[in-house]
């Protein structure tokens, strides 16, 4: 039996797969727990998930709990919720994190309202720190730092006073950790009782493509927006992000106008990326966009109006056509020798 | 066979469309100069109930928000839809409200109207952007939920079921489940309808009444004549039997420790010439410090 007092981490999985934010989130608990002084435990609950476990132990998580059955294949609310309510209610952790994806957003809160504690939505950090409230101390709490009002502030959030403290964590934001081949942790079936009446909701169909573009392991990102005109002259962005060895992204914009497919989205509803170099080009620069990019180290904006808004952002703008600046742009690279 | 529905709806600042006129000087948002607005989503839950309602005769939809008094003005253009009844909950110990206290108030309330097929919610606030009250409510009533819909692909009230669409990463899925139910609903596929002219006319002066008069607040006295002064049902506290410790401030576990207002210009921006050879000068800098390689 773990101690209590953990750093728990709903693992997420996929079609059977462990889903990368999972990995983020048990990376980022092993640092706070070591902080805490405590140990980390994971639940993963699907339809024969448990081999996917061992793969995890080594991230530094010291017990993860498997619950199988054939129900629990894909995730639907209530069945979920009733196994992490019991879990949590026996091994009593002071932390539970989730992703903040679709699926961890549909089941966090209805936790956070069974257990009637707190849970703080879409946190892009976490910190351990002391926190004081009308004459009370409270020693090692959880800061929880998130984005809210569109993006124009963060604030951190906090909930001394009820344990667990839960948050939900941005996809891609948390460092993946390096894994220590010879971590001893345990992996333990748990089993449970399940009625129909815990199953309310029949998934008829579930069609779910993998990702083909991989902008979040992408160092260099050419993004193009509505200013790229046509999806025909979206050739122009790839061919600077060949040339550079980059991967393509659009503004919402684009996606929206179907210049390019969804996967290529960058900002609050589509990806966060924080590559070396970020090159905008007919973007503005919307609040929404800027979420999931602002981050980059470097930042290139190519716009013909001067007073768009991702010049207030961008380390080099080049005020143009960006029909005019993307070809200048390539031949200046390919003469670099 | 009509059915019941109830829709949740929030005023919100406009955090998304920040004009010149928010922004102080030091390029932060004044947030206290924002309008106020029917929070985006909320009006594409709001069309979805309205468009079960027209598909089957004798159903009704109720609309309910938790805010200030001056929150009435997203239950008047509500009615200016097609909603049949709405009502504000407001009251001064609801203040500072996280969003399980906010839930909690709306599942009394909730209760209060009594029997019901489906609550819409709007899929996410763009203010508090949390996404949580929907599910929330729905763990407090005891009921299942479907959360960001893009649609609603068949009810059946004799059956007392539906089949929705909702987004998930990189694809959808189709789910069927049985009312009761709670459906948060996002912005990718209901078009909502403007308002009417005609209720416009007849809901013009609609005003807030209620149980229990909570605020003197002018706005609300104001906004009423004789005709139709008691339109918007006004519920306090008391009327929806919350337990005080639960609501507002008292009921909230979280605690904003801090706010940072996120400064929207940068201090150091080069600008390039769009001329070859600037633009050249550009990448052998970024090749220098190996941005580029
Ligand atoms: C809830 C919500 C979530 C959202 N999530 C996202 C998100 O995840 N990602 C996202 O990107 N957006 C998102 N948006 C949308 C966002 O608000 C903007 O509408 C969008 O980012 C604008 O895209 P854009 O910059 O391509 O288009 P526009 O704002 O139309 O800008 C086009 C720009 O191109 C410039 N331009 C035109 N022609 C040229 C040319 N020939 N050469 C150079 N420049 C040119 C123009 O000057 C202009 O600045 C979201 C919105 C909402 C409400
Ligand atoms: C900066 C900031 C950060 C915050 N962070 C958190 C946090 O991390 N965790 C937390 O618990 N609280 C947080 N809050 C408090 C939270 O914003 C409020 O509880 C708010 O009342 C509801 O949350 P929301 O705006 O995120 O709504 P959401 O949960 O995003 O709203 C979803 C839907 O619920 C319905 N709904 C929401 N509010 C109402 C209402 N008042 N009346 C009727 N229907 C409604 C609507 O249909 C809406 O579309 C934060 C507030 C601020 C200002």
């Not at chain 1, 990368?20 to 024969?48: C, M, N, W, Y």
């Not at chain 2, 669409?165 to 489940?177: D, L, N, P, T, W």
Request: hydrophobic share 40%.
């Amino acid at each position: 039996m773990s101690s209590k007092n953990s750093v728990m981490v709903f693992i997420q999985q996929d079609d059977g797969t462990v889903s990368d934010v999972s990995i983020e989130l048990l990376s980022k608990a092993r640092d706070l727990a070591t902080q805490l002084r405590t140990e980390v435990t994971g639940v993963l609950i699907g339809d024969a998930v448990k081999a996917e476990a061992a793969g995890l132990v080594p991230y530094g998580v010291d017990e993860i709990f498997v619950i199988e059955d054939k129900r629990l294949k894909n995730y639907t609310p209530v069945p979920y919720t009733k196994v992490m309510v019991e879990m949590i209610k026996k091994h009593e952790p002071q932390i539970v994190l989730y992703g903040a994806t679709t699926t961890g957003r549909d089941l966090g809160p209805r936790i956070a309202s069974n257990l009637k504690v707190g849970l703080t939505a879409d946190c892009t950090d976490l910190q351990i720190g002391d926190y004081s409230f009308k004459d009370s101390e409270y020693k090692d709490i959880l800061y929880q730092i998130r984005p809210a009002f569109g993006g124009n502030i963060i604030a951190t959030i906090v909930a001394p006073e009820k344990k667990p403290q839960m948050a939900t964590v941005r996809e891609g934001v948390m460092k993946v950790g390096s894994p220590q081949p010879g971590y001893k942790g345990k992996i333990t079936p748990v089993t449970f009782s399940f009625s129909d009446a815990d199953f309310p909701s029949e998934i008829i169909k579930r069609i779910r493509e993998e990702k083909l573009v991989d902008l979040k392991g992408s160092q260099i990102i050419v993004s193009g927006g509505i200013g790229v005109g046509s999806k025909e002259n979206f050739a122009l962005i790839y061919e600077l992000a060949h040339t550079l060895g980059g991967e393509v992204g659009a503004s919402r914009a684009a996606v929206d106008a179907g210049f390019i497919s969804k996967d290529h989205q960058v900002g609050q509803t589509g990806t966060t990326v924080r590559p070396k170099l970020y090159i905008a080009c007919g973007i503005s620069g919307a609040i929404q966009h800027r979420a999931g990019m602002s981050e980059s180290a470097r930042i290139i904006a190519i716009n013909t109006d001067n007073e768009a808004p991702i010049f207030q952002i961008a380390h080099y703008g080049i005020v143009g056509d960006l029909n005019d600046v993307i070809p200048k742009f390539i031949k200046a690279f390919k003469a670099k020798e | 066979m009509g059915l019941n529905l109830i829709v949740l709806v929030k005023q919100v600042p406009d955090t998304q469309n920040i004009t010149g006129e928010a922004m102080k000087e030091d390029g932060t948002v004044n947030r206290a100069a924002l309008p106020a607005i029917f929070n985006p989503d909320d009006l594409h839950a709001l069309e979805a109930a309205l468009e079960v309602k027209e598909a089957i005769p004798g159903t009704k939809v109720h609309v309910l928000t938790m805010g200030p008094p001056s929150a009435a003005q997203v239950l008047k253009e509500s009615l200016y839809r097609g909603a049949d009844f709405t009502a504000l909950i407001s009251d001064r110990k609801f203040a500072g409200a996280d969003t399980l206290a906010t839930s909690y108030a709306l599942k009394c309330a909730i209760e209060k109207i009594g029997t019901y097929d489906i609550v819409f919610c709007g899929r996410q606030a763009i203010d508090g952007d949390t996404a949580q009250v929907g599910p929330q409510t729905a763990e407090k009533l005891g009921i299942n939920q479907i959360t960001n819909v893009s649609s609603i692909e068949k009810v059946d009230p004799k059956k007392k079921e539906l089949v929705a669409k909702r987004s998930i990463e990189g694809g959808f899925e189709i789910v069927k489940a049985s009312f009761p139910l709670l459906l948060t609903v996002n912005d990718e596929e209901y078009v909502p309808r403007p308002p009417s002219v005609i209720k416009m006319m007849s809901y013009k002066n609609a005003g807030v009444g209620g149980d229990e008069s909570a605020y003197d607040e002018s706005y609300l006295n104001s906004a009423g004549t004789e005709r139709n002064k008691d339109i918007i049902s006004l519920w306090d506290i008391a009327a929806i039997h919350a337990r005080v410790e639960s609501c507002g401030l008292a009921g909230s576990p979280t605690k904003v420790k801090k706010i940072e207002s996120v400064i929207l210009k940068s201090e150091d921006i080069k600008m390039i010439e769009n001329t070859g050879e600037a633009i050249a000068d550009m990448v052998h800098e970024l090749i220098a410090d190996h941005t580029l390689g």
